[in-house]
């Protein structure tokens, strides 16, 4: 049994002894969305209206968790703690990859949770998903694991008047996905990829310095030609 203490800024977490009739084992998730967090027992916080987690396995932890936000200035972070099973070897014998580069806004870790299953070293992962910032490094920088790997994306971004936000967090067994994405990996043989997407729709284009330019210059010659009609 893991537990993860969370203060007055938290929650708590326990984590499941992993179920070895899977490959993959989901021991824990957050959601930190601007300050509220989403959470799994033993002081649940089930997650909002705004999310849609239908086709999301929290046995596994496979599949898609999508959330939808209206204006307003976010900062967004999904956390997933999962044990690859492997061929029964233990937790703490994974080590994690980054992939492509991050994309405007957003952030990203990959570290031991935080109750240091390979002492000395310890992780902070979930100290930063409670902070609210991820510090974009695998590990501490220099060290690379094995050990328990959790994995963590976010998000900054505002939303104006007018817009949505859908976000989207994906983690998949099958293939690597296009773009920025983070690995973890099993001995075994087993991997599990993480990746997120921000989409905001209803923005208002805003016309290029040519457009405005050309918008100018029309807008000019018809005075120009109203003032000579006026003056005929």
Do not use: C
């Amino acid at each position: 049994m893991k537990t993860l203490l969370f203060t007055a800024f938290a929650v708590i977490l326990l984590s499941a002894t992993p179920v070895l009739a899977d490959n993959f084992q989901l021991n824990d998730w957050v959601f930190n969305v601007s300050g509220t967090f989403y959470n799994p027992a033993p002081n649940p916080n089930p997650l909002s209206s705004e999310f849609d987690a239908s086709a999301f396995n929290f046995t596994t932890g496979l599949g898609p968790i999508q959330l939808t936000l209206g204006p307003g200035s976010y900062s967004v972070i999904g956390y997933f703690d999962h044990d690859i099973v492997g061929l029964n070897n233990g937790v703490a014998n994974e080590t994690g990859s980054v992939h492509g580069i991050a994309a405007a806004g957003q952030s990203w870790e990959i570290d031991d949770p935080g109750y240091g299953n390979m002492p000395p070293y310890v992780g902070n992962l979930v100290d930063n998903v409670v902070a609210g910032s991820l510090d974009n490094q695998l590990f501490d920088g220099t060290y690379t694991g094995p050990d328990d790997v959790a994995m963590a994306l976010g998000w900054a971004f505002i939303v104006n008047s007018g817009e949505t936000a859908h976000l989207r967090f994906d983690i998949t067994s099958t293939a690597a996905p296009s773009g920025f994405y983070l690995q973890q990996t099993d001995p075994g043989g087993l991997d599990l990829y993480f990746s997120s997407s921000l989409d905001i729709t209803g923005q208002t284009d805003v016309p290029e310095p040519g457009a405005w330019i050309l918008l100018a210059t029309v807008a000019g010659l018809l005075s120009l030609g109203k003032l000579k009609r006026t003056a005929s």
